[in-house]
């Protein structure tokens, strides 16, 4: 076990550091600010051209709390990570309870601790389901249009598209990473329906997420600079009731996404591989 969580540290120190890489140079355009100069984040949040639909457009990274060796399973290396996105590692990371799981679901959880979560998809390099993403050690960008919001991602240069055009979800879907996705206005608040999404991981902990899930998330941008997204899972085949978790991330100015191919030159695979060979 200890072996497997070692492999799992070096993947998640590496991935991170990805954040530290320079980024693009470039300036933001009508920053709201300060009387003394500051980018002024509480200022009220813009809106499209229409003058009444919020607007959702900017780059954004996950809230973080401060890497403490002792507490995380990754350790803390300098500060390469500055700061654990809240959620990455546990979902339920600032919530009053676990969410509530079938039974098989939480033996799941256990042996993939046991196992030093050597089995996460994310260590394969394979795509985030939509709920991952957020909490994420990657930035976002948010592209957002009249009839559709584009979610780019750092990690493995994803993307993600919610319908705005009225359309319904698929009444048979095909499953796959990002499952279908569909959105409305509700005042100053955009709700997204999401279903058909591969078997996934929520988090590191290896809470699941199965094809039966169907997402609710209840994205608002509360002022300039914050954006909050309300996550609701309805997954009865893996949790016994819905649950919800709310995710905060900050606007990040004066940058752009750069590529971040984790199979390119990927060796965690083969160590892995290594590990589950031995008796």
């Given amino acids: 076990m200890l072996a497997g969580k070692l492999i799992a540290t070096v993947g998640m120190i590496a991935y991170a550091a990805m954040t530290l890489q320079a980024q693009w140079q470039v300036t933001t355009d009508r920053v709201p600010m300060t009387p003394d100069g500051k980018p002024n984040y509480g200022a009220p949040a813009p809106k499209m051209a229409d003058g009444k639909t919020p607007d959702l457009s900017g780059i954004w990274d996950v809230e973080r709390r401060p890497c403490i060796e002792a507490a995380s399973p990754f350790g803390c290396s300098a500060d390469a990570l500055e700061g654990i996105p809240v959620g990455f590692i546990n979902i339920t990371t600032g919530a009053a309870d676990p969410p509530p799981m079938q039974p098989w679901a939480e033996a799941l959880v256990k042996q993939h601790e046991e196992n030093g979560w050597i089995n996460d998809p994310n260590l ?156």
Wanted: net charge negative.
């Fill in 124 to 279: 394969r390099c394979l795509p985030h389901a939509p709920p991952r993403m957020w909490a994420n050690f990657v930035m976002q960008k948010i592209v957002q249009a009249s009839d559709s919001v584009t979610i780019l991602d750092e990690y493995m240069s994803q993307y993600r598209q919610i319908f705005l055009d009225g359309r319904a979800l698929p009444t048979d879907p095909e499953p796959m990473f990002k499952g279908y996705s569909v959105g409305k206005w509700e005042g100053d608040t955009l709700v997204i329906e999401t279903i058909g999404i591969k078997e996934n991981w929520f988090d590191v902990e290896g809470h699941p997420l199965t094809d039966q899930a169907r997402t609710i998330e209840r994205i608002r941008r509360v002022n300039y600079g914050n954006l909050e997204v309300e996550v609701t899972v309805d997954d009865p085949k893996a949790y016994t009731k819905p649950w919800t978790r709310i995710i905060r991330l900050r606007l990040v100015l004066n940058t752009d996404l750069l590529e971040y191919i984790c199979n390119e030159n990927e060796r965690d695979r083969q160590m892995i591989d290594a590990i589950k060979a031995k008796p």
